[in-house]
């Protein structure tokens, strides 16, 4: 959430930033005429408390003289009255100032380049080689349902359109890359953490997907409970009202969860296959850092997130987001994209974000600094990586025309010892 005052004073350089992200400068002016609006009221309410506890006093001296206090005591009763008011229509304000102010997109980071849509991200980098085949490779989808190890069908049956069981050597595969990533998370720092996958609308609105996303989440039904989009959001939330020491940071957790996605507004695109699911596996990486070394903290989420693709040879790019591009909360995003040969292109596979303060304002996530100042904390997040999307890009990187699939090399111990997967004869 974006501070109030920096708006007051900052005004013209938060239109233009915002106005990059697609906010119309009606919405701007709409608030400031409320803030102006607000600020006068309370000015007008404080001069008649005043008024107020001046005449209280001029009644209790008259009352203790046994004068007539009636036009005293009438006067504070009209003035109670107007206070009683303008609450009122302060309380209608704040209301308002509140619905456009937490529904205003985060600031862009100076660097962020400026642009409409994807259109307008910038490649940073490559890493990596794209196989070549002497065959026509195979969709990730064919070949996990010609293997025996992914089954959509029997998925929609059960749960609907966009779920799916993984079985046999595809289940051992999903699980052998989810706990490879977290233990080289592990090993760069990460504390492992097991959270809830279920949190309530404080916890939801302090990563910024409430009140403004609300259709694209599974909530529970006469519950404040929500089935978490990411495990972004019970992490980010562990420090939630409290006050770190800066000597503490940063801090980092990794961990495993499912996440729930409505995927409102994707209608049509990527119906088949692991690429947008209503329930997938993620490995997240969250940190929390002071608002000095919180961008070297975004290069450095990035290279993990590297570093696993790197050590499972997959093809990647790197692109950073144009502020028509970022979500919400982020001041500045990269994302990785893994390259998928039967699309011949590449595809998300992690997205690493700074938010700077935006989450922590929400949720009060602060620290002390030397001088003892209380400061807001700043945090990011990243994906390390979706691991429905790796073993997509893992099915079609290491296919075989036979129709079997090779095994990264940094798995096998994790798929105890299978180096390939074939069909069952």
């Known amino acids: ?29 709409h608030l400031q005429e ?15 408390k005043q008024t107020r506890n001046t005449v209280s006093e001029e009644i209790s001296q008259l009352k203790r003289k046994k004068e007539d206090a009636s036009e005293q005591i009438a006067e504070m009763q009209k003035t109670s009255a107007k206070i009683k008011e303008l609450d009122a229509h302060l309380a209608e304000i704040d209301s308002e100032i509140d619905e456009i102010i937490t529904r205003l997109p985060n600031l862009p980071a100076e660097d962020v380049p400026v642009g409409a849509d994807e259109e307008d991200n910038v490649e940073i980098r490559r890493g990596g080689i794209s196989p070549s085949f002497d065959f026509e490779p195979k969709p990730h989808w064919e070949i996990g349902e010609e293997l025996g190890i992914l089954d959509f069908d029997r998925g929609a049956k059960v749960s609907g359109a966009r779920f799916l069981y993984y079985k046999g050597l595809g289940a051992r595969l999903e699980r052998a890359i989810y706990n490879f990533m977290l233990d080289e998370h592990a090993s760069e720092g990460y504390t492992e953490i097991i959270p809830p996958y279920l949190v309530n609308d404080t916890a939801m609105f302090g990563t910024g997907q409430f009140p403004k996303f609300k259709e694209d989440v599974f909530q529970i039904d006469n519950g404040n409970l929500t089935l978490i989009p990411t495990a972004e959001v019970p992490l980010t939330n562990y420090y939630a009202n409290e006050i770190l020491d800066k000597k503490d940071l940063p801090i980092y957790f990794t961990a495993l969860s499912p996440s729930f996605r409505s995927e409102a507004g994707s209608a049509g695109r990527d119906t088949r296959g692991l690429i947008r699911l209503h329930q997938f596996n993620k490995v997240e990486m969250v940190k929390f850092a002071d608002k000095e070394t919180s961008f070297d903290e975004l290069e450095k989420m990035v290279v993990n997130a590297e570093n696993i693709l790197q050590k499972l040879g997959l093809a990647y790019r790197v692109i950073v987001l144009c502020t028509g591009d970022m979500g919400f909360s ?60 790796t073993v997509a890009a893992i099915l079609e990187n290491y296919q075989n025309a036979d129709g079997s ?21």
């Open 34 to 48: 409320l803030d102006v609006k607000r600020r006068s009221h309370l000015v007008e309410v404080e001069e008649l």
């Open 405 to 425: 699939v090779t095994i990264p090399e940094v798995l096998v111990p994790y798929m105890n010892g299978v180096t390939k997967i074939e069909k069952v004869k």
């Open 330 to 389: 982020a001041t500045k995003t990269y994302d990785l994209e893994v390259w998928i040969p039967a699309q011949n292109t590449y595809r998300e596979i992690s997205s690493c974000s700074n938010t700077g303060d935006f989450q922590a304002r929400r949720a009060k996530i602060r620290y002390r600094d030397e001088e003892g100042k209380v400061q807001l904390a700043h945090t990011l997040n990243g994906s390390g990586l979706a691991v429905g999307r």
């Open 1 to 29: 959430m974006l501070d109030i005052k920096m708006i007051r004073t900052e005004i013209d350089e938060v239109a233009k930033k915002l106005a990059s992200r697609g906010v119309e400068s009606s919405v701007l002016e």
